[in-house]
């Protein structure tokens, strides 16, 4: 059987380090797990930039500085394969601002409930054994984006549900491919509960948190 494993990144290296959640402890729990597939929030157009020219750090910020910090060497080195499965559309991607809609007043208003949404989420880091990897920290998060599509349904199905749904499925194309393989999905924290509610239908062993 196919055994699934999902680590929950935070992108920002100062949270990183405010947060105890440092490179090192994603080092020390990928090695814990000794994947032969890491699935990692990455485009993979981006991946194929990467595969050309190392020094090529994508666009727009994408992928995130653990990749090309920690988990691009690190599957060199280890031999581990690396599949991208995220998805967006770059040229299209601020037209679904979830807040666009909204009056300039009415904006700044739902920007700081975000904010407010923000430190909800940062304030559960202390929640089991692995910061933001945790049920509170899922539930308030599921929270957080079920405000959004009240706010904006059709820029959260773009955003949010149809990425999502795009990204798990290239998940399980890995694991079909894969069959009896140890596969380890890293992702940025916010996707946990959509991740966890979706692979958990599947027929494989599947581990979240990792600790």
Not at 154 to 183: G, L, T
Request: charged share 30%; glycine share 4%.
């Amino acid at each position: 059987m196919t055994f699934v494993g999902l680590l929950g990144t935070i992108h920002n290296e100062k949270l990183r380090e405010q947060y105890n959640c440092t490179l090192e402890l994603y080092q020390e729990l990928i090695k814990e797990f000794n994947p032969d597939i890491i699935c990692g929030e990455v485009h993979p157009l981006s991946w194929i930039k990467y595969m050309k020219d190392k020094n090529d750090n994508g666009y727009w910020g994408e992928p995130a500085g653990e990749y090309w910090e920690l988990i691009f060497p690190l599957c060199e080195v280890q031999n581990i394969e690396f599949i991208p499965i995220d998805w967006f559309e770059l040229d299209v991607w601020n037209d679904f601002d979830p807040f666009n809609k909204y009056p300039e007043e009415k904006r700044k208003e739902l920007e700081a409930m975000d904010d407010e949404w923000f430190s909800k989420q940062m304030n559960t880091h202390s929640y089991g054994n692995i910061p933001f990897n945790s049920k509170k920290f899922d539930e308030i998060t599921k929270k957080k984006y079920e405000w959004y599509y009240q706010l904006n349904p059709e820029a959260q199905n773009f955003r949010w549900i149809v990425r999502n749904q795009i990204m798990i499925q290239r998940v399980r194309k890995a694991i079909k491919s894969n069959p009896d393989k140890r596969i380890l999905c890293i992702v940025g924290a916010d996707h946990n509960y959509c991740f966890k509610e979706e692979l958990i239908k599947d027929p494989i062993k599947f581990e979240y948190p990792l600790r």
